[in-house]
Each structure stands twice: as structure tokens, then as C-alpha cells.
T-cell receptor, first 111, second 111 residues
């Protein structure tokens, strides 16, 4: 089955850029997503990218997709303390709108 | 706004009890999902449903069952709760653009 990998932790200083990385194994995925989970809350969709795109920018967020290497990244510019959360990448797999999620990356923003 | 609600934010049950987790969405979505979230493992799909009375097993269905008697409601049932089912349970529904919307989660502790 699909395997989606992320590093577990990332720590950055406020104002710096954060880059959260994700690798996946299923090259047939059509949609790739980034979700944010704040403490005690469910997941909130941040952004997504179609597999025929290399890059998508949405305000402070930039998503890069390297299909050849099956690598997805989320860049957050000017990271703020409110960005502290767990970030999950997810890819669609197997039809039926099923998603496979990565393990999540805990982003800690330090002053 | 799409709203996905879960019946409880926190639950404490004893080993062997039958547990019902309820999820309701108000946007007439056909597809609904139940995940469990554990540290370092990300989200794992337990069951999903395409329509009323339709259900399919996800990646970790053992020890769980589901019920979808009405379109807006998707219930997860633990027939005989065990301590290894202590987890955060997340419900989601999906819209016509394949975007998943998550409920706030239910943190279940089985003693």
C-alpha cells in the first residue's frame, strides 16, 4: 500500500521560513494535501496541489511537488507563533476518495 | 461552512464496554470516514462509507464496526473496548471537490 513519510519535529525561529517535507510511494496520486492540526482540534485543510503542477502559492504558503522523486514540501514564509501545530501531508490512494496520511510534523516556533 | 460534529470531545470507558462514537455532517456529503490518530503513526483509516448502508473496511478495521443509517450520520462502534483502542478518533466527510472536512475529534481512554 501507499507509504507517506514525514519527519516528526521541526523547530524554527519566529520570522524565519519553515519547510516541511513529505515523501510518498504511489506515483498515481492525483491530489496531494497539506493539513494543519492545532492542539486539541481536528484537521484543517491548508492547501492542496494537483499532480500535474510543480508549485502552488497561497499567501505565505508555497507547495512544491517533485513527481520524479515523489517529494512534496510545504514552505511557510515569515513563520509566526500561531503557526505552531502538527502538519500532515496526505495523498489520495486507491479511489473512493481515500487519503493516506503521513505521520505528521510537529512545528514549534520559538521567539 | 461545512460542519462536522462529533458527539463527545472526551470519553473514558472500561475494558469490555461497548462504545459508540457519533459523527454528523450537515452538507449532504455522501462519503464519510473514521480515522484514529496516534503519536508517530499519523492518521489511519478504520472504515469509510460511500452512502447510506454502504461501508468499506479501511486499513485497520479489526475491533471496530460502523453504521450509516442516515446520510448525515456515521457511527463508529467498539464492540468490546480494549486498552489498545485508547486513541484520538477523527471523523471526516468529503465534498464534490474531494476535499475532506474533519470533526474536532474524540479522545477516547479505555481503562
Amino acid at each position: 500500500g501507499e507509504d507517506v513519510e514525514q519527519s516528526l519535529f521541526l523547530s524554527v525561529r519566529e520570522g524565519d521560513s519553515s519547510v516541511i517535507n513529505c515523501t510518498y510511494t504511489d506515483s498515481s496520486s492525483t491530489y496531494l494535501y497539506w493539513y494543519k492540526q492545532e492542539p486539541g482540534a481536528g484537521l484543517q485543510l491548508l492547501t492542496y496541489i494537483f499532480s500535474n503542477m510543480d508549485m502552488k502559492q497561497d499567501q505565505r504558503l508555497t507547495v512544491l511537488l517533485n513527481k520524479k522523486d515523489k517529494h512534496l514540501s510545504l514552505r511557510i514564509a515569515d513563520t509566526q507563533t500561531g503557526d505552531s501545530a502538527i502538519y500532515f501531508c496526505a495523498v489520495d490512494t486507491g479511489g473512493g476518495n481515500k487519503l493516506t496520511f503521513g505521520t505528521g510534523t510537529q512545528l514549534k516556533v520559538e521567539l | 461552512d461545512v460542519k462536522v460534529t462529533q458527539s463527545s470531545r472526551y470519553l473514558v470507558k472500561r475494558t469490555g464496554e461497548k462504545v459508540f462514537l457519533e459523527c454528523v455532517q450537515d452538507m449532504d456529503h455522501e462519503n464519510m470516514f473514521w480515522y484514529r490518530q496516534d503519536p508517530g503513526l499519523g492518521l489511519r483509516l478504520i472504515y469509510f462509507s460511500y452512502d447510506v448502508k454502504m461501508k468499506e473496511k479501511g486499513d485497520i478495521p479489526e475491533g471496530y464496526s460502523v453504521s450509516r443509517e442516515k446520510k448525515e450520520r456515521f457511527s463508529l462502534i467498539l464492540e468490546s473496548a480494549s486498552t489498545n483502542q485508547t486513541s484520538m478518533y477523527l471523523c471526516a466527510s468529503i465534498d464534490s471537490t474531494d476535499t475532506q472536512y474533519f470533526g474536532p475529534g474524540t479522545r477516547l481512554t479505555v481503562l
